[in-house]
């Protein structure tokens, strides 16, 4: 069966760096949109960062210029790489992956399949 297990969140001071992982397992990884979501304490889950099959991405404002998302479609892995961190980026970390081959929205009933997150804590 699908399977995201994310990894390398931590504790960090504002301004640092951290690359979290999402390794994929049980279907052909290639073949699907891939996305980050992110949710805050007392906040939505919301999407953060998201790659087609084509290697197209978006992301969401907040972000923008800071994050970057990547993948290893030989090793079945999803990055986010996050630099100049922020502490209202302090939120638990989701790897999700899509129905679809391409992105269509951030809608959560997008992206069907879901790991157990990583958090990301980011002090001032």
């Known amino acids: 069966q699908v399977q995201l297990v994310e990894s390398g969140g931590d504790s960090v001071q504002a301004g640092g760096s951290l690359r979290l992982s999402c390794a994929a397992s049980g279907y052909p990884y290639s073949h699907y949109c891939m996305g980050w979501f992110r949710q805050a304490p007392g906040k939505a889950r919301e999407g953060v960062e998201a790659i087609d099959v084509n290697g197209s991405t978006r992301y969401a404002d907040s972000v923008k210029g800071r994050f970057t998302i990547s993948q290893d479609n030989a090793k079945n892995t999803l990055y986010l790489h996050m630099s100049s961190l922020k502490p209202e980026d302090t939120a638990m970390y989701y790897c999700?992956?899509?129905?679809?081959?391409?992105?269509?929205?951030?809608?959560?009933?997008?992206?069907?399949?879901w790991g157990q997150g990583t958090q990301v804590t980011v002090s001032s």
């Open positions: 999700a992956r899509s129905y679809y081959r391409d992105f269509y929205s951030w809608s959560q009933a997008d992206f069907g399949y």
